[in-house]
Protein backbone atom coordinates (compact mmCIF):
# COMPACT_ATOMS: atom_id res chain seq x y z
CA UNK A 1 0.00 0.00 0.00
CA UNK A 2 1.34 3.07 -0.79
CA UNK A 3 1.57 5.45 1.85
CA UNK A 4 0.34 9.66 1.00
CA UNK A 5 2.07 12.00 0.48
CA UNK A 6 -0.72 14.28 1.04
CA UNK A 7 -1.84 12.72 4.22
CA UNK A 8 2.22 13.29 5.62
CA UNK A 9 1.67 16.86 4.24
CA UNK A 10 -2.07 17.48 5.99
CA UNK A 11 0.38 16.23 9.30
CA UNK A 12 2.94 19.26 8.23
CA UNK A 13 0.90 22.30 7.01
CA UNK A 14 -2.15 23.70 8.38
CA UNK A 15 -3.36 25.81 5.08
CA UNK A 16 -3.52 22.34 3.08
CA UNK A 17 -7.12 22.07 4.08
CA UNK A 18 -8.27 25.24 3.71
CA UNK A 19 -6.95 25.52 -0.43
CA UNK A 20 -10.25 24.53 -1.71
CA UNK A 21 -11.49 25.20 -5.28
CA UNK A 22 -15.21 25.89 -6.18
CA UNK A 23 -15.02 23.06 -8.02
CA UNK A 24 -14.09 20.71 -4.79
CA UNK A 25 -16.95 22.75 -3.02
CA UNK A 26 -19.47 21.50 -4.67
CA UNK A 27 -18.32 18.08 -4.68
CA UNK A 28 -18.54 18.15 -0.46
CA UNK A 29 -22.52 18.47 0.10
CA UNK A 30 -22.53 15.45 2.03
CA UNK A 31 -23.76 15.23 5.88
CA UNK A 32 -21.40 13.20 8.11
CA UNK A 33 -23.39 10.73 10.17
CA UNK A 34 -23.58 11.32 14.11
CA UNK A 35 -21.23 9.60 15.79
CA UNK A 36 -20.28 8.53 19.89
CA UNK A 37 -17.76 10.69 21.22
CA UNK A 38 -14.48 8.82 21.36
CA UNK A 39 -11.70 9.72 23.90
CA UNK A 40 -8.22 10.41 22.69
CA UNK A 41 -4.89 11.20 24.20
CA UNK A 42 -2.78 13.10 22.07
CA UNK A 43 0.90 13.75 23.44
CA UNK A 44 1.76 16.93 24.77
CA UNK A 45 5.01 18.34 25.54
CA UNK A 46 6.49 21.00 27.75
CA UNK A 47 9.91 23.23 28.59
CA UNK A 48 10.53 26.10 30.76
CA UNK A 49 12.72 27.95 33.06
CA UNK A 50 12.53 29.89 36.04
CA UNK A 51 10.10 32.26 34.47
CA UNK A 52 8.65 31.03 31.42
CA UNK A 53 6.72 27.69 30.06
CA UNK A 54 6.07 27.27 26.75
CA UNK A 55 3.69 23.36 25.77
CA UNK A 56 4.54 21.74 22.60
CA UNK A 57 0.80 20.01 21.12
CA UNK A 58 0.87 17.77 17.78
CA UNK A 59 -2.25 18.95 16.09
CA UNK A 60 -4.66 17.31 12.68
CA UNK A 61 -5.64 19.97 10.67
CA UNK A 62 -9.01 18.33 10.08
CA UNK A 63 -10.95 15.85 11.85
CA UNK A 64 -13.91 13.81 12.31
CA UNK A 65 -16.59 15.04 14.77
CA UNK A 66 -16.67 13.18 18.27
CA UNK A 67 -13.18 12.78 19.08
CA UNK A 68 -12.50 14.27 22.82
CA UNK A 69 -8.86 15.53 22.85
CA UNK A 70 -9.35 18.61 24.29
CA UNK A 71 -9.80 18.00 27.96
CA UNK A 72 -7.33 15.86 30.77
CA UNK A 73 -3.67 17.56 30.90
CA UNK A 74 -4.38 19.36 26.89
CA UNK A 75 -6.99 21.62 28.48
CA UNK A 76 -5.23 22.13 31.92
CA UNK A 77 -2.24 23.42 29.56
CA UNK A 78 -4.36 25.49 27.32
CA UNK A 79 -6.18 26.91 30.42
CA UNK A 80 -2.69 27.76 32.17
CA UNK A 81 -0.94 29.62 29.10
CA UNK A 82 -1.13 33.35 28.68
CA UNK A 83 -0.94 32.86 24.92
CA UNK A 84 -1.72 30.73 21.94
CA UNK A 85 0.44 30.17 19.00
CA UNK A 86 -0.49 28.53 15.86
CA UNK A 87 1.27 27.65 12.51
CA UNK A 88 -1.00 30.80 11.21
CA UNK A 89 -3.80 32.72 11.61
CA UNK A 90 -6.31 31.82 9.00
CA UNK A 91 -8.05 34.82 7.53
CA UNK A 92 -11.59 34.89 6.34
CA UNK A 93 -12.66 32.04 3.17
CA UNK A 94 -12.99 35.30 1.05
CA UNK A 95 -9.41 36.62 1.42
CA UNK A 96 -8.17 32.94 1.80
CA UNK A 97 -9.88 32.55 -1.58
CA UNK A 98 -8.35 35.44 -3.22
CA UNK A 99 -4.59 35.15 -1.88
CA UNK A 100 -4.71 31.33 -3.00
CA UNK A 101 -5.84 31.87 -6.67
CA UNK A 102 -3.23 34.82 -6.84
CA UNK A 103 -0.95 31.91 -6.61
CA UNK A 104 -2.23 29.23 -7.93
CA UNK A 105 -3.51 29.80 -11.05
CA UNK A 106 -1.13 29.59 -14.20
CA UNK A 107 -3.72 30.10 -17.29
CA UNK A 108 -0.90 30.23 -19.97
CA UNK A 109 0.30 26.43 -19.14
CA UNK A 110 -2.73 24.52 -18.47
CA UNK A 111 -1.53 21.57 -15.89
CA UNK A 112 -2.28 18.34 -18.62
CA UNK A 113 0.69 20.17 -20.34
CA UNK A 114 3.13 19.55 -17.72
CA UNK A 115 2.41 15.60 -17.24
CA UNK A 116 3.74 12.76 -19.71
CA UNK A 117 1.62 9.87 -20.65
CA UNK A 118 1.82 7.64 -17.80
CA UNK A 119 1.22 10.63 -15.63
CA UNK A 120 -1.98 11.76 -17.49
CA UNK A 121 -3.54 8.32 -17.15
CA UNK A 122 -2.87 8.35 -13.56
CA UNK A 123 -4.49 11.72 -12.98
CA UNK A 124 -7.24 11.06 -15.37
CA UNK A 125 -8.00 7.90 -13.40
CA UNK A 126 -8.16 9.98 -9.48
CA UNK A 127 -10.44 12.78 -11.28
CA UNK A 128 -12.68 10.32 -12.45
CA UNK A 129 -12.65 8.40 -9.33
CA UNK A 130 -13.21 11.41 -7.60
CA UNK A 131 -16.72 12.76 -9.96
CA UNK A 132 -14.71 15.63 -11.18
CA UNK A 133 -14.57 16.99 -14.49
CA UNK A 134 -11.00 15.96 -16.38
CA UNK A 135 -10.70 19.74 -16.94
CA UNK A 136 -11.70 21.11 -13.36
CA UNK A 137 -7.81 22.33 -12.70
CA UNK A 138 -6.44 22.97 -16.11
CA UNK A 139 -5.89 26.45 -15.30
CA UNK A 140 -3.75 25.77 -11.64
CA UNK A 141 -0.45 24.81 -10.55
CA UNK A 142 0.26 20.92 -9.62
CA UNK A 143 0.47 21.82 -6.23
CA UNK A 144 -3.12 23.00 -5.97
CA UNK A 145 -4.60 20.61 -7.80
CA UNK A 146 -2.62 17.85 -5.43
CA UNK A 147 -3.86 19.61 -2.60
CA UNK A 148 -7.35 19.41 -3.85
CA UNK A 149 -7.20 15.83 -4.82
CA UNK A 150 -6.86 14.81 -1.35
CA UNK A 151 -8.88 16.59 0.33
CA UNK A 152 -12.08 15.70 -1.31
CA UNK A 153 -12.02 12.09 -0.40
CA UNK A 154 -11.75 13.11 3.51
CA UNK A 155 -14.46 15.46 3.13
CA UNK A 156 -16.77 12.50 1.65
CA UNK A 157 -15.64 10.25 4.77
CA UNK A 158 -16.81 12.52 7.10
CA UNK A 159 -14.19 14.72 8.04
CA UNK A 160 -14.95 18.36 8.85
CA UNK A 161 -12.60 21.20 8.89
CA UNK A 162 -14.70 22.92 11.83
CA UNK A 163 -13.60 19.84 13.56
CA UNK A 164 -9.75 20.71 12.93
CA UNK A 165 -7.78 21.02 16.68
CA UNK A 166 -6.72 25.03 15.43
CA UNK A 167 -10.35 25.65 15.12
CA UNK A 168 -11.40 24.75 17.93
CA UNK A 169 -8.22 26.32 19.64
CA UNK A 170 -9.04 29.45 18.51
CA UNK A 171 -12.72 29.05 19.79
CA UNK A 172 -11.84 28.95 22.69
CA UNK A 173 -8.83 31.24 23.15
CA UNK A 174 -11.22 33.88 22.04
CA UNK A 175 -13.43 32.83 24.52
CA UNK A 176 -10.92 33.16 26.91
CA UNK A 177 -9.54 36.11 25.86
CA UNK A 178 -6.40 34.68 25.34
CA UNK A 179 -3.65 36.18 22.84
CA UNK A 180 -3.54 34.55 19.65
CA UNK A 181 -0.21 34.66 17.63
CA UNK A 182 1.56 33.14 14.56
CA UNK A 183 4.95 31.46 13.61
CA UNK A 184 4.47 31.85 9.79
CA UNK A 185 1.84 34.40 7.68
CA UNK A 186 -0.57 33.10 5.20
CA UNK A 187 1.62 34.10 2.42
CA UNK A 188 4.41 31.89 3.50
CA UNK A 189 2.36 28.94 4.14
CA UNK A 190 1.12 29.27 0.34
CA UNK A 191 4.53 30.16 -0.68
CA UNK A 192 5.59 26.63 0.16
CA UNK A 193 4.15 25.04 -2.17
CA UNK A 194 4.19 27.54 -4.71
CA UNK A 195 7.56 27.79 -4.53
CA UNK A 196 8.61 24.44 -5.37
CA UNK A 197 10.19 23.50 -8.46
CA UNK A 198 7.92 22.32 -10.94
CA UNK A 199 8.94 18.49 -11.26
CA UNK A 200 8.30 18.63 -7.16
CA UNK A 201 5.19 19.32 -7.56
CA UNK A 202 4.07 17.64 -10.46
CA UNK A 203 5.24 14.13 -7.94
CA UNK A 204 3.53 15.28 -5.55
CA UNK A 205 0.00 15.79 -7.51
CA UNK A 206 0.60 12.42 -8.93
CA UNK A 207 1.59 10.51 -5.79
CA UNK A 208 -1.30 12.27 -4.25
CA UNK A 209 -3.58 11.16 -7.42
CA UNK A 210 -2.11 7.53 -7.28
CA UNK A 211 -3.19 7.36 -3.31
CA UNK A 212 -6.56 8.50 -3.88
CA UNK A 213 -8.32 5.14 -3.08
CA UNK A 214 -6.22 4.92 0.03
CA UNK A 215 -5.90 8.92 0.94
CA UNK A 216 -8.91 8.12 3.79
CA UNK A 217 -7.83 4.86 5.32
CA UNK A 218 -4.05 6.52 5.77
CA UNK A 219 -5.44 9.37 7.16
CA UNK A 220 -7.57 7.15 9.47
CA UNK A 221 -4.33 5.48 10.83
CA UNK A 222 -2.34 8.99 11.22
CA UNK A 223 -5.09 9.93 13.50
CA UNK A 224 -5.13 6.89 15.31
CA UNK A 225 -1.35 7.13 16.10
CA UNK A 226 -2.05 10.70 16.79
CA UNK A 227 -4.77 9.83 19.30
CA UNK A 228 -2.91 7.29 21.13
CA UNK A 229 0.20 9.21 21.51
CA UNK A 230 2.26 6.90 19.54
CA UNK A 231 5.20 10.02 18.14
CA UNK A 232 7.50 7.81 17.18
CA UNK A 233 5.41 5.33 14.65
CA UNK A 234 3.78 8.41 13.45
CA UNK A 235 7.33 9.76 12.65
CA UNK A 236 8.01 6.15 10.92
CA UNK A 237 4.69 6.72 9.01
CA UNK A 238 4.90 10.99 8.28
CA UNK A 239 8.76 9.99 6.73
CA UNK A 240 7.45 7.10 4.70
CA UNK A 241 5.04 9.48 3.01
CA UNK A 242 7.56 12.28 2.30
CA UNK A 243 9.01 10.53 -1.35
CA UNK A 244 10.52 13.95 -1.81
CA UNK A 245 13.24 15.47 -0.34
CA UNK A 246 12.76 18.64 -1.76
CA UNK A 247 8.78 18.66 -0.36
CA UNK A 248 10.09 16.99 2.80
CA UNK A 249 12.92 20.04 3.63
CA UNK A 250 10.32 22.73 2.69
CA UNK A 251 7.20 21.23 4.54
CA UNK A 252 9.40 20.27 7.84
CA UNK A 253 12.80 20.63 8.49
CA UNK A 254 13.37 24.20 7.56
CA UNK A 255 10.53 25.52 9.26
CA UNK A 256 11.33 23.35 12.11
CA UNK A 257 14.60 24.88 12.57
CA UNK A 258 12.53 28.41 11.80
CA UNK A 259 10.25 27.78 14.67
CA UNK A 260 13.11 26.40 16.99
CA UNK A 261 14.90 29.91 16.91
CA UNK A 262 11.55 31.87 17.70
CA UNK A 263 11.17 29.45 20.42
CA UNK A 264 14.67 30.12 21.62
CA UNK A 265 14.27 33.55 21.50
CA UNK A 266 10.60 33.56 23.33
CA UNK A 267 12.26 31.82 26.25
CA UNK A 268 13.87 35.07 27.46
CA UNK A 269 10.38 36.40 27.86
CA UNK A 270 8.08 35.70 30.85
CA UNK A 271 4.95 34.08 30.41
CA UNK A 272 3.33 30.50 30.02
CA UNK A 273 2.79 30.09 26.17
CA UNK A 274 0.71 26.85 24.18
CA UNK A 275 2.37 26.25 21.01
CA UNK A 276 -0.15 24.26 18.61
CA UNK A 277 1.19 23.15 15.26
CA UNK A 278 1.03 20.00 12.38
CA UNK A 279 1.70 17.02 14.70
CA UNK A 280 4.02 16.11 11.95
CA UNK A 281 6.39 18.87 13.25
CA UNK A 282 6.43 17.27 16.46
CA UNK A 283 7.41 13.51 15.24
CA UNK A 284 10.43 11.83 13.90
CA UNK A 285 14.17 12.55 13.55
CA UNK A 286 13.92 16.01 12.80
CA UNK A 287 10.68 17.17 15.23
CA UNK A 288 11.05 20.63 16.88
CA UNK A 289 11.82 18.79 19.76
CA UNK A 290 14.86 17.01 18.97
CA UNK A 291 16.20 20.46 17.46
CA UNK A 292 15.96 22.09 20.51
CA UNK A 293 17.33 19.36 22.45
CA UNK A 294 20.51 19.77 20.10
CA UNK A 295 20.10 23.80 21.51
CA UNK A 296 20.30 22.28 25.08
CA UNK A 297 16.74 23.47 25.49
CA UNK A 298 15.23 20.61 27.49
CA UNK A 299 11.92 19.44 26.47
CA UNK A 300 10.07 16.37 28.41
CA UNK A 301 6.90 14.44 27.04
CA UNK A 302 3.76 15.21 30.02
CA UNK A 303 2.31 11.70 30.51
CA UNK A 304 -1.15 11.62 31.01
Given at each position: ?T ?14 IT???P ?32 Y ?7 L ?8 E ?23 M ?7 AI ?8 K ?26 E???A????G??P ?16 T??S ?16 L ?22 D ?33 L ?18 R?D?P ?5 A ?28
Amino acid sequence: MTKSLFGASLFALSLTITNISPAMAQQTETSAPATETVDIDPALWVLKDEDTTIYLFGTVHVLKPGLSWFDEAVKDAFDSSDELILEVIEPDQTEMQKLVFSLAIDSENPLRNKLDLEQQGIYDNAMTSLGLPGNAFDQFEPWFAGINLGILPLLKAGYDVNSGAEKVLTKESKAAGKTIGQLETVEQQLGYFDGLPEKSQVEYLIATAASVDEVTSQIDTMVDLWGEANVEKLGEFMSAGFTDQILYDTLLTKRNANWVEWIKTRMDKPGTVFIAVGAGHLAGKDSVQAMLSANDLKVTRIEY
